[in-house]
């Protein structure tokens, strides 16, 4: 079966065909700048047979970008389709599980599609047209959310009053569950037992966003982030975790602003907030290592950023209990070796013994890292959500 994965972005619809069950990958590509006009213009770059192309097309919606994907693809019929997977970053309460497309799914994306302003309605809209355009072509829909549904309802819940709660849907949902469900089982394919036995905090460290998420028996118990992708970890522009009283502050200042707040807390806070040059934690680890002083806002924000890390990962170790393996994932975990040092070194009452040289010379991935002797594993793995898609939407066409 050949799996096309779409996963669109508020301007941007990346793209891949893989072919399953074995996985490989036969095209793939990201289609730029869909929507109103900009200073360059819209293109779509495609891959396939070890090449690259750039082709320039207008594309004022992501219905128009699906059709130019589409006709990319029909240039080489062996790349035609044979069932179509959609990433969707937030399911609600409604979506515990992925979903086959139908009418009444997307009824119900379009009652839910507030819960992710930013993300949900562009790729509902994408599903409406390639539904519209290819109505006999099998489609699914993949939810980032619902990996975490097994989060039992104490750990998910806001002491909040219960009636509020339920009517306004307010609990943690988590994110990242699609990157985290991949990685986690290629931990467990690693260590050479079943997903459901494995017990690990898989970190999920991108130069955007970035999550933790505690695993115990295969399943989430718990991720960083909640009710929205904003708490948790410092992330690049996002603050993390924050006391609700300086939102009240902030809202008491901008009176009627809500939108002004939500800016500053989402897109100039984190890591360019703090360091007030870069919101990429590399450019700050670098300057440090060029000498800045420790009083300078880059070692601040470098330490910040380091000790949430480490203090979730502290937390979780004791929430999984007995833990094979913590795991680094994405940009950030993936690629640079001095935060997976700073964040696992002297953890030895955890269990945690990182390895100097093997950190350092973890260039090819799958990666472990942690010493001989280490009794929890330290397992650098390249995430792959595209992938991970096409798995899901494999498993729920076959099963149908």
Same mark, same amino acid.
């Not at 929507?35 to 047979?49: F, L």
């Not at 992330?235 to 924050?242: E, H, P, V």
């Given at each position: 079966?050949?799996?096309?994965?779409? $996963? /669109?972005? %508020?301007?941007?619809?990346?793209?891949?065909?893989?072919?399953?069950?074995?996985?490989? !990958?036969?095209?793939?590509?990201?289609?730029?700048?869909?929507?109103?006009?900009?200073?360059?213009?819209?293109?779509?770059?495609?891959?396939?047979?070890?090449?690259?192309?750039?082709?320039?097309?207008?594309?004022?919606?992501?219905?128009?970008?699906?059709?130019?994907?589409?006709?990319?693809?029909?240039?080489?019929?062996?790349?035609?389709?044979?069932?179509?997977?959609?990433?969707?970053?937030?399911?609600?309460?409604?979506?515990?599980?992925?979903?086959?497309?139908?009418? !009444?799914?997307?009824?119900?994306?379009?009652?839910?599609?507030?819960?992710?302003?930013?993300?949900?309605?562009?790729?509902?809209?994408?599903?409406?047209?390639?539904?519209?355009?290819?109505? +006999?072509?099998?489609?699914?829909?993949?939810?980032?959310?619902?990996?975490?549904?097994?989060?039992?309802?104490?750990?998910?819940?806001?002491?909040?009053?219960?009636?509020?709660?339920?009517?306004?849907?307010?609990?943690?949902?988590?994110?990242?569950?699609?990157?985290?469900?991949?990685?986690?089982?290629?931990?467990?394919?690693?260590?050479?037992?079943?997903? &459901?036995?494995?017990?690990?905090?898989?970190?999920?460290?991108?130069?955007?966003?970035?999550?933790? /998420?505690?695993?115990?028996?295969? /399943?989430?118990?718990?991720?960083?982030?909640?009710?929205?992708?904003?708490?948790?970890?410092?992330?690049?522009?996002?603050?993390?975790?924050?006391?609700?009283?300086? =939102?009240?502050?902030?809202?008491?200042? *901008?009176?009627?602003?809500?939108?002004?707040?939500?800016?500053?807390? $989402?897109?100039?806070?984190?890591?360019?907030?703090? %360091?007030?040059? =870069?919101? +990429?934690?590399?450019?700050?680890?670098?300057?440090?290592?060029?000498? !800045?002083?420790?009083?300078?806002?880059?070692?601040?924000?470098?330490?910040?950023?380091? *000790?949430?890390?480490?203090?979730?990962?502290?937390?979780?170790?004791?929430?999984?209990?007995?833990?094979?393996?913590?795991?680094? =994932?994405?940009?950030?975990? &993936?690629?640079?070796?001095?935060?997976? *040092?700073?964040? /696992?070194?002297?953890?030895? %009452?955890?269990?945690?013994?990182?390895?100097?040289?093997? $950190?350092?010379?973890?260039? =090819?991935?799958?990666?472990?890292?942690?010493?001989?002797?280490?009794?929890?594993?330290?397992?650098?793995?390249?995430? $792959?959500?595209?992938?991970?898609?096409?798995?899901?939407?494999?498993?729920?066409?076959?099963?149908?």
């Amino acid at each position: 079966m050949k799996v096309l994965v779409f $996963n /669109c972005g %508020s301007s941007s619809l990346k793209y891949k065909l893989i072919a399953l069950p074995a996985g490989d !990958e036969l095209a793939g590509g990201e289609a730029q700048r869909v929507g109103p006009p900009t200073a360059e213009p819209a293109r779509i770059i495609h891959r396939a047979d070890g090449e690259e192309e750039t082709l320039y097309v207008e594309m004022p919606d992501h219905g128009a970008a699906f059709d130019q994907v589409m006709q990319v693809l029909q240039r080489d019929p062996r790349l035609a389709p044979d069932a179509i997977g959609h990433r969707l970053v937030h399911g609600a309460s409604r979506f515990k599980a992925h979903a086959r497309v139908s009418e !009444e799914v997307i009824a119900e994306l379009e009652a839910i599609q507030d819960m992710a302003p930013l993300h949900n309605p562009p790729a509902i809209a994408l599903i409406k047209a390639s539904r519209s355009r290819y109505p +006999d072509l099998p489609q699914t829909v993949v939810f980032d959310t619902a990996f975490h549904s097994t989060i039992p309802e104490y750990a998910a819940a806001y002491a909040l009053p219960v009636e509020l709660s339920r009517r306004q849907g307010i609990r943690k949902y988590g994110f990242h569950g699609t990157s985290h469900h991949y990685v986690a089982t290629e931990a467990a394919r690693m260590l050479g037992r079943p997903l &459901e036995e494995l017990n690990a905090v898989s970190c999920h460290l991108g130069s955007g966003g970035a999550s933790l /998420c505690a695993i115990r028996h295969g /399943c989430s118990v718990d991720n960083t982030m909640g009710f929205s992708p904003l708490q948790g970890l410092m992330m690049s522009t996002r603050c993390g975790d924050l006391d609700p009283a300086v =939102t009240l502050q902030l809202l008491a200042r *901008w009176p009627g602003d809500a939108k002004a707040v939500e800016k500053m807390l $989402n897109k100039q806070s984190g890591v360019l907030g703090m %360091s007030g040059t =870069t919101a +990429d934690i590399r450019d700050v680890l670098a300057r440090l290592a060029e000498g !800045e002083a420790l009083d300078d806002p880059m070692a601040l924000t470098a330490q910040l950023y380091l *000790w949430r890390i480490r203090k979730y990962l502290g937390a979780y170790l004791a929430l999984v209990g007995c833990a094979d393996a913590v795991i680094f =994932t994405d940009t950030i975990g &993936e690629t640079v070796p001095e935060v997976r *040092w700073a964040v /696992c070194s002297d953890m030895d %009452s955890f269990g945690l013994r990182i390895s100097a040289q093997r $950190n350092r010379s973890a260039q =090819t991935l799958p990666a472990d890292v942690a010493e001989e002797d280490s009794p929890v594993r330290i397992l650098v793995i390249q995430t $792959n959500e595209e992938l991970a898609i096409a798995r899901q939407t494999y498993a729920l066409l076959k099963a149908a």
